[in-house]
């Protein structure tokens, strides 16, 4: 089984000292938690100061993004090996806000992915459509078309140290949750591409987290669907008592529901 993976995404959001204000509300509400893997992507700036916070804590620490390089005339950018000496064990990459700000295209992101592995680094790889391409009914194939080429040419053993992230656009920081029964039917989807490629072995061992609205109040309903391996989380991130109950309604969801 799957243990549910809670990832949180804190976007440009705190300040140094509000990091690790949030982080010891975070590193107090999950404390007795064993069964949910817990992830915190906070901003550059923090990386550092959050990551001796955690120390002796099995809370992990994510970047929420790398330059495919591992160094060079990039002005602005971070790489692997910066955000690895920093004690990041995940990196989120694709993330929505990048393709659509930023320009990020499939082939960028599939660079990154190929250097994070490399590093050691867990990708956290985000894919999702927009309202437009879900109302025209083209989500499958878009969200198909991102999985083929930001994860192209990964061997069996790259694909299984990666964890996948569905992020329908329409539903980030809307408040527009997609139902669990739209995150299964996608996500049982992504299931099937990965076995067809890479078989019933690997593709059951992949991570494939939802995001966009996740709140307190959804998360079980969400976590209890077959393909719902946890979720990467933006807005409910930012304080820790709706983060901790979010991780607290997964691991307690993932005990009751999917194990029975
Ligand atoms: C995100 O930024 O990845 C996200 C899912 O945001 P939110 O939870 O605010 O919708």
Known sequence: ????????????????????????????GVHKVTNCTVVICPPFTALDAVAKALKGSSVDL?????????????????SPVMIKELGCRYVILGHSERRQYFGESDLFINQKVKTAIKYSLIPIVCVG???EQRESKQFLEVVKKQIDCSLAD???EDIAKVVLAYEPVWAIGTGRTASPEQAEQMQSYIRRLL????????????????????????????????????ALVGGASLKAESFTEIVLNAAKESLVGKAS
Do not use: C
């Open 62 to 78: 994510g970047a929420q993004n790398m330059h495919p390089q591992t160094e060079g005339a990039y002005t602005g950018e971070i």
């Open 154 to 156: 990964l061997t069996k």
């Open 129 to 131: 459509e927009t309202l």
């Open 1 to 28: 089984m799957r243990k549910p993976l809670i990832a949180g995404n804190w976007k440009m959001f705190k300040t140094t000292e509000e990091a690790l204000s949030l982080v010891e509300g975070i590193r107090a």
């Open 195 to 230: 076995n067809e490629k890479y078989g019933q072995d690997v593709a059951q061992k992949i991570w494939i987290l939802y995001g966009g609205s996740v709140k307190p109040d959804n998360m079980a309903a969400l976590i209890a669907k077959p393909n719902v391996d946890g």
